[in-house]
T-cell receptor, first 114, second 112 residues
């Protein structure tokens, strides 16, 4: 299995509080991604990174920010959590080879915003 | 219209059955294609890539029709352990990178 960990694995927080989720990889892969998964919507891309300090927005980036100061770590921050951000968050990594992007996923973080 | 469309199912089949899932994509510039498997409350895992000429891995066969922008996955001799959600993934050019876009998944339930 690819060396990807996410922390925390579960979190309950209150509306309006800041939350940071961490993704850590040991594969030295260039690309890292944050997705959220909700019933009826499937996996939706929040942000992705193509290198240290290089990030870009995905389909559902509003309300989220990211940072990547080291190859191995990609942080997702909810500046002021809302109930609509209750979801399962998955981190993924890939090492692109041309247009062939095979992704490997972390175990996920279940976030509940009350 | 979502970029990658799948029939959500569920497909409820007996052990030993053959079942096929379909997936369509809207961006004709998409280049590479995959099927992932996701078990309940787990992360998605790569099942197989989909090649233009079609490819097989044991009981699983994937096919691509670029003209119709259509991908399929065939599972023969279904096992109870095949019960899962199957996600179609299309790599779409976005700002100089290829970004994976996921379908919503098709649920498969294999019963005794």
């Amino acid at each position: 299995d690819a060396g990807i960990t996410q922390s925390p694995r579960h979190k309950v927080t209150e509306t309006g509080t800041p939350v940071t989720l961490r993704c850590h990889q040991t594969e030295n892969h260039r690309y890292m991604y944050w997705y959220r998964q909700d019933p009826g919507h499937g996996l939706r891309l929040i942000h992705y990174s193509y290198g240290v300090k290089d990030t870009d927005k995905g389909e559902v980036s509003d309300g989220y920010s990211v940072s990547r100061s080291k190859t191995e770590d990609f942080l997702l921050t909810l500046e002021s959590a809302t109930s609509s951000q209750t979801s399962v968050y998955f981190c993924a990594i890939s090492e692109t080879s041309g247009n062939k992007v095979e992704q490997y996923f972390g175990p996920g973080t279940r976030l509940t915003v009350t | 219209r979502k970029e990658v469309e799948q029939d959500p199912g569920p497909f409820n089949v007996p052990e030993g059955a053959t079942v096929a899932f379909n997936c369509t994509y809207s961006n004709s510039a998409s280049q590479s294609f995959f099927w992932y498997r996701q078990d309940c409350r787990k992360e998605p895992k790569l099942l197989m890539s989909v090649y233009s000429s079609g490819n097989e891995d044991g009981r699983f066969t994937a096919q691509l029709n670029r003209a119709s922008q259509y991908i399929s996955l065939l599972i023969r001799d279904s096992k109870l352990s095949d019960s899962a959600t199957y996600l179609c993934v299309v790599n779409t050019p976005t700002g100089g990178s290829y970004i994976p876009t996921f379908g919503r998944g098709t649920s498969l339930i294999v019963h005794p």
